[in-house]
């Protein structure tokens, strides 16, 4: 059973740091790249974060460029997003998800190139 499962959401105040970590089963990890969603309340679900099978290259949304690290430990079949200068606007639960076996670039921001996703967790950023 493939399965993503991610962990480390919580609340935090503006300009503090998260580390977010999905745990993946089921697949063999390092054949894939991973990405990193979030959803606010009343919006549709967006890109946030990718990078690929190696490592070796990342892709980030614009308005987390600079503040958000994805990373990845294959050895552990886990993929991080640390978040640092966190804003109130960075609120939304957090999804990861697996991406296809062969890096797609700036497509790697698209949703329908995922397939299986986690359960997400909940980040809330206090003002």
């Known amino acids: 059973q493939v399965q993503l499962v991610e962990s480390g959401g919580g609340l935090v105040q503006a300009g503090g740091s998260l580390r977010l970590s999905c745990l993946a089963s089921?697949?063999?990890?390092?054949?894939?790249?991973m990405g990193w969603f979030r959803q606010a309340p009343g919006k549709e679900r967006e890109f946030v974060a990718a990078i690929r099978r190696t490592g070796f290259s990342t892709l980030y949304a614009d308005s987390v460029k600079g503040r958000f690290t994805i990373s990845r430990d294959n050895a552990k079949n886990t993929v991080y997003l640390q978040m640092t200068s966190l804003k109130p606007e960075d609120t939304a639960v957090y999804y990861c998800?697996?991406?296809?076996?062969?890096?797609?670039?700036?497509?790697?921001?698209?949703?329908?190139?995922?397939?299986?996703w986690g359960q997400g967790t909940q980040v809330t950023v206090s003002s």
């Open positions: 998800a697996f991406g296809p076996t062969v890096w797609m670039g700036d497509r790697q921001k698209e949703k329908k190139v995922y397939d299986t």
């Open positions: 089921g697949r063999t990890f390092s054949n894939y790249a």
